[in-house]
Nanobody, 119 residues
């Protein structure tokens, strides 16, 4: 069982910054991709950013130039630095990790952390 625990959400004013963290725990052989998704009220969950084990990144067009994702492979942790936040960034942000334990593949999700951008 691979568990993901997110932290760092909260309330921030427009134009502000937040940094999310997500740590994976359990018996992990390797993590291929880690990433962030978000879901706003009444909307479907959408991709925000992903990062591979070698550091290749992918971003949604709506966050390019404002958000940066990175990971620490030694700590099985992924980060999302969010700058120039806008009210439309308000959502529950979920961490995702895809990889292998010694016995099986896994695709795990965190519990979500609320990000609210409002004055």
């Amino acid at each position: 069982q691979v568990q993901l625990v997110e932290s760092g959400g909260g309330l921030v004013q427009p134009g502000g910054s937040l940094r999310l963290s997500c740590a994976a725990s359990g018996i992990i052989f390797s993590i291929l991709n880690m990433g962030w998704y978000r879901q706003a009220p009444g909307k479907q969950r959408e991709l925000v950013a992903t990062v591979t084990s070698v550091g290749s990144t992918n971003y949604a067009d709506s966050v390019k130039g404002r958000f940066t994702t990175s990971r620490d492979n030694a700590k099985n942790t992924v980060y999302l630095q969010m700058n120039s936040l806008k009210p439309e960034d308000t959502a529950v942000y979920y961490c995702n990790a895809v990889g292998y334990t010694p016995t099986r593949a896994f695709n795990s999700w965190g519990q979500g952390t609320q990000v609210t951008v409002s004055s």
